[in-house]
């Protein structure tokens, strides 16, 4: 097998990714700062920042505090709104050298409708993620992603609006994701993204306060990769949807856990921060274990330990 040519390509819905290594959203804008540095094109595709309805100046600072093996963040969807996205940032997106994935954030189920049928056939975009850990204004400010119904009801919202496939991203902050992803595919999601920051908070000891202005925030980064991990390793396991991996990858070994626990694509977050060649070495690393395994197509490794824990287990 060395030396054959490798089949990296990767479904989500109707889209085809050229390979299954993404930016995740919030950490890469639309790549135009690492393009001065690194081939921002090997990423099979890159995620945008979400985006409200309305403007957002996002929370008071501080909010970034690295931890231990991790960064701890309370931005607080910042960003300029709609509006702007579709005047100023949309045009720019033809030049992305590589697959677009819109991220849409939003406050009332009719918010996340509006938005996606706004993004709905950008250039360059070929799915929609739904940055669904925000309060429902609907439902007493209960996260959409905590709460299977207010899921479905975005999910299939977004659906009737929109072409493009819908990627609902979950949240690890709730007692069960299982029913949370079966309400998501049923409610028609192309694929899930999973998962987003776990919640936390550093104190500051010196001046007895919270660290963050918001006191609350997102841990990322490799402290939560074995959270992450198990949410995919449990999610594989109950909808038949392809699922987006994320959570403090910042090798090629770290990809594979993901790949082998059930997911179809990986995305790369905070990893970026510290290393911009981070998907380069994700992307290399997944390469050599195809040709290790004189697999051919990275859609064989979907799954991977799954296959292996199920003979074992028969014997
Ligand atoms: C600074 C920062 C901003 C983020 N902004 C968003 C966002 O706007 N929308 C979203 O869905 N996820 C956002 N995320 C979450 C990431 O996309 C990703 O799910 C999470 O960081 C876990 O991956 P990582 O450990 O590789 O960073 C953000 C993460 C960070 C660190």
New binding site residues.
Partial sequence: MTGAPLDLRVKIGAATLKNPVIA????YNRGEEYAQIVDVGRYGAI?L??VTRSPRLGNDMPR?FPTPGG?L?A?G?QGPGIDHFLAHIAPELSKVPTAVIA?V?GFSVAEFAEVAALMDGLPNVIAI?L?V?CPNVDREGQCFAADAASLAAVVGAVKSRVKLPVIP?LMPNVADLRPIAQAAQDAGADAV?L???VRGMVVDVANARPMLANVSG?L??PA?RPI?VHAVWEVAGTVSIPIIG????ETGNDALEFLFAGASAI?????NFRDPLVHVRALQGIEEELRRRSVASVRELTGMARTTQAKAGSH
């Fill in positions: 995740a959203s919030g950490c995620t920042k979400s970034v960064l963040n931005i969807l991220s954030a993620e940055d850990s991203k993204s998962i987003n920051a997102g990322t980064g939560i992450a994320m959570g403090g990858i995305a790369i977050g905070t990893a």
